[in-house]
Nanobody, 127 residues
Framework: QVRLVESGGGSVQAGGSLRLSCTPS????????MGWFRQAPGAEREGVAR???????SVADSVKGRATFSKDNAKNTLYLQMDSLKPEDTGMYYC?????????????????????WGQGTQVTVSS
């Protein structure tokens, strides 16, 4: 059962933009820990950006200044706006999610271990 559905990928020229979407069926985007990852052919999967349950965000240096999160709570959909795309941004992009964990010492926090993954959306950037 697919619990995260991504969309929004496509083929663009360098300098273009795409807005990737992630709609989870088993999480609320307002309270879940969510991340975006990508994998280029022949390369290892790498983290692109993440947004925690408290709204704090982190983006990889490779996309810093070009990746922005937004949410549509009514649609329970998380968006990742990618601007000024480069050929090296090409890859399969995956959305992942987990519910925050709780300890008495830390309170609620994200482990960033992500229990659920989507099937991916392809991004291709041509020069």
């Amino acid at each position: 059962q697919v619990r995260l559905v991504e969309s929004g990928g496509g083929s663009v020229q360098a300098g273009g933009s795409l807005r990737l979407s992630c709609t989870p069926s088993a999480y609320s985007i307002s309270s879940a820990c969510m991340g975006w990852f990508r994998q280029a052919p022949g390369a290892e999967r790498e983290g692109v950006a993440r947004i925690d349950h408290d709204g704090s965000t982190s983006v990889a240096d490779s996309v810093k200044g070009r990746a922005t999160f937004s949410k549509d709570n009514a649609k329970n959909t998380l968006y990742l706006q990618m601007d000024s795309l480069k050929p090296e941004d090409t890859g399969m992009y995956y959305c992942a999610a987990e519910n925050p964990s709780f300890t008495s010492s830390r309170g609620w926090y994200c482990r960033h271990e992500y229990n659920d993954w989507g099937q991916g959306t392809q991004v291709t950037v041509s020069s």
